[in-house]
């Protein structure tokens, strides 16, 4: 075949994967982004700082949510564990080399920008315990010594990400792995074990935590007994919260927001701006689309043919409904503040451009979701 015809026969294949996008998944994502643009100019008080920001971060994230469709999954599935790996490393350089912000190390400088290896570890997580698992028979799965390696996989980032210390995202980390291993075929009892093996654990762990994760804890027990320090945020979340009613006060005319009563609320508490202004119907018409994307999601998970694409959806649809969940359920007062944002809708790069890398991994399922790999069988 002559050069030409082997570059038509790959434009024409690369239209074809076009074609083959979710632009509807897409169109829901811009639809939550704007969203996040509304929200972030009236926490900014005009398209400046955050807004016009959140705008140009969530077009690069398109890009890289594009490029990552459109890459075949058989390349994804060969990267899985060197990109673990490479995860595992910017881990420990954080650990050694990484910026210090509110009492944690959690960043690192790369080419000028920040970047939050944390955020990255879960999807490369993801990746390695999908190609783990995807070529392992019912039997297989069965045997406790064939999950050693995927729960070491599981446990070396977590205690990276606790040693920053991260709490929420090690949390969460922890189950995006849990949520693998049921999606992989592990037996529920060994769940029930491992819940009762962390009830008994937790009261000890307890007394090991830092001071200011002991704080979190008493203060989501008993914010009122601290209502100008610890307890200070989740209050403001709350009268926030309330005071919206059904229709809210109106863009831009939120007390709490405007007057700056509410901390951290281009980031942390960017749902309660919205609930805020927009009251109950507007709180619930963002739940409706990030339960659209979720339950999107899920849909390409059942859709796709291969073992490895399932569980890349799976994993990836699990990270972000515990991103949504944690955030709202904070705001609320439901469990304890973590400093969790909410993604595509919180101010912040590092968590727009990997959730936008997850979409893309999700989308790149949906686009290869009657490939076959040659080498998925089952083995003994």
Known sequence: MSERRLFRAAQVGLAGKVLEISWLYIGLLGLLAAIGYVALYSAGGGPAPYANRHALRFAVGLLILLATALTDLRLIKRLAWPLYGFGIFLLVAVARFGHVGKGAQRWIEFAGLQVQPSELMKIFLVLALASWFCRASFERVGRPLFLIPPAL????????????????????????GAAMFLAAGVRWWKFALLAVLIGIIAPLAYHHLHDYQRA???????????????????????????????????????????????????????????????????????????????????????????????????GITTNYFLYAFVNIAMVTGAIPVGGVPLPLVSHGGSALFTVMFGFGLLLSVHVHREVEFVEDHDFA
């Open 153 to 176: 996989a599981v446990l070396l980032p977590v205690a990276l990400i606790l040693k920053q210390p991260n709490l929420g995202t090690a949390m969460i980390t922890a189950m995006i």
């Open 216 to 314: 979190r804890i008493t203060t989501f027990l008993y914010p009122e007994s601290d209502p100008l320090g610890a307890g200070y945020n989740i209050i403001q979340s709350k009268i926030a919260l309330g005071s919206g009613g059904l229709w809210g006060k109106g863009f831009m005319n939120g007390t709490e927001g405007q007057l700056h009563y509410l901390p951290e609320k281009q980031t942390d508490f960017i749902f309660t701006v919205l609930a805020e202004e927009f009251g109950f119907i507007g709180a619930l018409a963002v739940l409706f689309v990030l339960g659209a994307i979720v339950l999107g999601g899920f849909v390409i998970a059942l859709g796709c043919r291969n073992p490895f694409g399932r569980l890349v959806a799976v």
